[in-house]
Structure formats: C-alpha cells, structure tokens
C-alpha cells in the first residue's frame, strides 16, 4: 500500500487530549493510526449519510448535464447511489433542508 504524507496542525489542547487518550488506554500505538482510524470512521459516516447522498446525486447529476459522459454510465452511478438511499430518509433530508432554506430567506416566522 502506498502512502500519502499529511501534515496536520492542532490545537494544544486536542493535541494533549489524544495523548491521554492513548496513554490511557492503549488502543492505538501512535498518534498516526488513531487519525487514520478516525479519518476512516468519519468516512464511513458521511458516507452512510442520506443528505451527503443527495448531495452526490445532485453533483452528479450536474456533472451530468455538462459531460460527455454515456447515458448507460450516468444510470449505472445513480443506480448505484439509489441503493445506498432510504427514501423515507432523502424525503425527509429534503423537506429539512427546504424549511431550513424558507427561514433562511424569509426568517423564522415564515
């Protein structure tokens, strides 16, 4: 597996957090592995994301509009992101996401 180098600043006090973390318990050997275990978890969970998946779904959709790209790529994609939609879930990130737009623009009383 190949490697990238990161360089990373934080504040003291997260910094001094994680070593006692590590102190503590003993789990992760280095500072290194707990980020890369945390950069991973956090992956997951943006990825399992329903408003994340909208989002994707709509860059695609746009990147869509101004490429080349086939028809059949362009099902295959978003047949691939509708399998990790519950549509309950994007029905309800939506309407969120509207109401939250209308105070936004129009204030809370709206």
Same mark, same amino acid.
């Not at 991973?40 to 408003?51: P, Q, Y």
């Given at each position: ?44 969970? %943006? ?7 909208? %989002?994707? %779904? ?17 099902? &295959? ?9 519950? &549509? ?21 009383? &709206?």
């Amino acid at each position: 597996m190949k490697y990238a180098s990161v360089s990373v600043k934080f504040p003291v006090e997260l910094d001094t957090e994680i070593e006692r973390f590590l102190d503590e318990t003993g789990i992760y050997t280095n500072k290194s592995e707990f980020i890369k275990e945390a950069c991973r978890s956090h992956l997951r969970e %943006l990825n399992d994301d329903t408003a994340i998946a909208a %989002l994707r %779904l709509e860059q695609l959709l746009a990147q869509a509009e101004q490429s080349r790209q086939s028809d059949s790529d362009i099902d &295959a994609e978003l047949a691939a992101l509708g399998e990790k939609v519950d &549509a309950d879930d994007l029905e309800q990130a939506v309407e969120e996401a509207r109401k939250d737009t209308s105070e936004q623009v129009y204030g809370s009383d &709206a």
